[in-house]
């Protein structure tokens, strides 16, 4: 029996121990910063609910781009270029949700659309350039770390020129609504089922997994190796830029800088939730997981007044410290 065939059922009937691991970790991370409080601030950090909320808001756009990452990572790739689609489909969405009859609009003939258009045109260009990225990284086997990387100066340079740098707003109450509230939660909620389903239970994640675990095993047991890496890479691309259509509806305005490091959030948070940097390995689950470790990081820090800079070097040290434990799993499981 092939290595891409012995991939699923280990794959759907392995325990959760992993998960829980990650679970048990996100439960003394906030037992620690709790405690902590009461410490240092004399009050609780999970008691405050506006507190939380805010953290989940926070972190729900870029966990939108992580169930994309996610799958990229197992199939053994990588995704620069989440960030940059981010602010062009800001830009682009944007520019045609304009209200009614506003004469500044980018284009003042194609105001007051139905908010359909924009989502839509928004999504078909994230779409088409994670097709391009999956296109080169499948048929002309550039590494994905470069394919992805072009696109990325590619994508960032198209958003600056859309508008020569200037910033869009004042977006119809249709647009607006996509990020009001906790929307931005609801819809990741509803992706991150969506594609759970997909990797544990559909063709679609059997070969995700095949590819990353061993890509020539996968070609030899008839996957198209090709074709499914340009599907996933085209998923990537359009969930990044579902984030562009959330973060300038959230913010009722597109910048060419918006989604500038979120790639590399995404990627943490999914390694942070136990997705293997080798491929064939990982979970919606638990990038969920490493998503809640990565806004509780970043809330605690501040509810703790820890200055900027300080939370970035410690958000880089815990990203290679679950990379080395990463390592480590995988020396464990060589041995066995």
């Given amino acids: 029996m092939s290595d891409a065939s012995m991939a699923t059922p280990q794959r759907r009937h392995r325990p959760m ?25 004399g009050q609780s950090f999970l008691g405050n609910w506006q507190r939380l909320s805010i953290m989940i808001l926070q972190v729900s756009v870029v966990g939108i781009i992580a169930i994309g990452v996610t799958q990229v ?16 489909t800001a830009m682009i969405s944007m520019s045609l949700a304009q209200a009614a009859g506003y004469e500044r609009a980018v284009y003042p003939d194609l105001t007051g659309l ?8 928004g999504l078909l260009f994230g779409l088409i350039c994670g097709m391009i990225n999956g296109a080169l990284i499948a048929y002309t086997k550039i590494p994905p770390f470069i394919a992805t990387l072009g696109m990325m100066v590619t994508a960032r ?40 389903i997909a990797l544990r239970y559909t063709r679609y994640g059997k070969f995700t997994y095949a590819i990353g675990a061993n890509p020539q095993a996968a070609r030899v047991s008839g996957i198209n190796v090709e074709r499914q890496l ?16 959330v973060v300038a509806a959230r913010g009722l305005t597109a910048q060419a800088g918006m989604g500038t490091m979120y790639e590399l959030d995404a990627i943490a948070m999914a390694v942070i939730g136990g997705v293997s940097l080798t491929g064939g390995r990982g979970s919606i689950l638990g990038t969920m997981i490493g998503m809640v470790i990565f806004g509780v990081i970043i809330s605690g820090f501040t509810f703790l007044r820890l200055d900027a800079y300080y939370q970035e070097m410690i958000k880089g040290v815990i990203i290679v410290a679950a990379v080395v434990a990463d390592v480590y799993r995988q020396k464990k499981r060589k041995k066995v």
């Fill in 114 to 121: 139905p908010v359909i258009i924009p989502v839509a045109v």
């Fill in 230 to 245: 340009v599907r996933i890479y085209a998923i990537a691309g359009l969930l990044s830029a579902l984030a562009g259509i």
């Fill in 157 to 196: 340079g198209f958003a600056k020129w859309y508008t020569k740098g200037q910033p869009i707003s004042f977006p119809s109450d249709g647009f607006a609504a996509i990020g009001r509230g906790m929307m931005p939660v609801f819809i990741f909620l509803a992706v991150s089922l969506i594609f759970h």
């Fill in 17 to 41: 121990m992993a998960e829980l691991n990650i679970l048990l970790v996100l439960v003394g991370i906030c037992l620690t910063f709790e405690i902590l409080g009461w410490i240092t601030q």
């Fill in 73 to 88: 990572i197992i199939s053994g790739g990588i995704d620069l270029s989440s960030g940059s689609i981010v602010g062009a």
